[in-house]
């Protein structure tokens, strides 16, 4: 079993920063997979980055995000971090830590969300 905690949300203007942190606590596996997903009001979550949770620290990000957001993870304190860079209006959200177990079909594990606006 894994859990997540989310934490680092908030308000930010455009252009802004923000550092998103995911704690990870159970017993995840190297072939676990950690990142994130977020829904917009009225929308339909969507993927946002992973990063695998090895040594190999392989990385996938969402297009919308590419060259803006970095995900990164700390084995040592269990955690994922979110990086987020030159945030628009339409980065506004609330943002889930997710974990996928080797071998699932999708991510099974999602934490309670944190909410980050983008304020113009």
């Known amino acids: 079993q894994v859990q997540l905690a989310e934490s680092g949300g908030g308000s930010v203007q455009v252009g802004g920063s923000l550092r998103l942190a995911c704690s990870v606590s159970?017993?995840?596996?190297?072939?676990?997979?950690v990142g994130w997903f977020r829904q917009a009001p009225g929308k339909e979550r969507e993927f946002v980055a992973s990063?695998?949770?090895?040594?190999?620290?392989?990385?996938s990000y969402a297009d919308s995000v590419k060259g803006r957001f970095t995900i990164s993870r700390d084995l040592a304190e269990q955690t994922v971090s979110l990086e987020m860079n030159s945030l628009k209006p339409e980065d506004t959200a609330v943002y889930y830590c997710v974990a996928k177990a080797p071998r699932a079909g999708g991510y099974g594990y999602w934490g309670q969300g944190t909410q980050v606006t983008v304020a113009s």
């Open positions: 990063i695998q949770w090895s040594l190999f620290l392989s990385t």
């Open positions: 159970g017993r995840p596996s190297s072939g676990h997979v």
